[in-house]
């Protein structure tokens, strides 16, 4: 059944960025709906610790920080609605939004906020052993790794944090860096140098996951100035190389995106 409301503006995702500009539309007596496929709050509301928001000089947990940003912006009359956003039509002056569980949403604008997604190894046996040993989010899945031996693949900061979380369970923790040198912040890398179960080993990648059955034994390293490989034993595997922005669903919308599939906003 189509929808015969017209909202004045649909916000594609509830993430902080989606709900921070809720909070300014709402307060502007903007009729605002928020269309969210997953968890509120986004990536952030599962990141364990967030010490760089303004307003939380000792750190706030991910879901809490998600919880206070929805309930100010419930509290100016945002609503949150969920769905997966399918696509985009422009109907002449009103944008027509579909979900894939077939209802229809329509508003005289539309504000795209839907933020990122983990990015894959393409490495051999990453996707055999994805969730049976293979994982992308330190606070889901590091608790079922304590006392453990894992591998962590990254240099920047969300690498350096999540290791840093996972060596307060795992036994020893192994962390691969593609680079000869971290991009994390200082603050960060001095931290894991004082973190006596973390070792850091510098232009290494992985070539290979391998286990048994569903549980995820070593993998087998590159590293990129030797040319030789080696094995380390692992439980697990930790991978924080970086986000690749969920803009799929764009393609065919008229929404231009540049060549990494992020929104083009600017048009010189």
Not at 119 to 132: D, P, S, V
């Amino acid at each position: 059944m189509e929808e015969t409301k017209v909202h004045d503006l649909i916000i594609i995702g509830a993430g902080p960025a989606a709900l921070s500009a809720a909070i300014y539309t709402c307060r502007e007596d903007i009729g605002t709906l928020l269309l969210e496929r997953g968890v509120i709050g986004g990536l952030a509301a599962i990141t364990d610790q967030v010490e760089n928001y303004p307003g939380f000089p000792d750190g706030v947990s991910g879901l809490e920080l998600a919880d206070r940003l929805r309930a100010q912006a419930e509290r100016f009359g945002a609503k949150i609605d969920y769905g997966d956003v399918t696509r985009i039509e422009d109907a002449g002056g009103v944008k027509k939004v579909f979900t894939a569980d077939d209802k229809q949403h329509s508003a005289h604008t539309v504000l795209i906020a839907t933020g990122n997604n983990y990015k894959r190894l393409e490495a051999e046996g990453e996707k055999e052993f994805y969730g049976k040993g293979v994982h992308y989010c330190a606070t889901c899945d590091g608790p079922l790794y304590k006392g453990k031996r894992l591998v962590a693949v990254g240099g920047g900061n969300s690498a350096a944090q999540e290791s840093l979380f996972l060596a307060k369970m795992a036994d020893h923790i192994d962390i691969l860096i593609r680079k000869d040198e971290w991009r994390a912040s200082d603050i960060l890398v001095e931290r894991i140098k004082q973190t006596p179960n973390i070792s850091v080993h510098f232009n290494s990648e992985i070539n290979k996951i391998s286990g048994e059955g569903n549980f995820v034994k070593k993998v087998t390293v590159a590293n990129s100035k030797s040319n030789q490989q080696s094995e380390i034993a692992a439980d697990g595997v930790f991978v924080f190389i970086g986000l690749v922005p969920n803009t799929q669903f764009l393609a065919g919308s008229g929404v231009e995106l540049d060549e990494r599939g992020f929104v083009k906003t600017d048009k010189q």
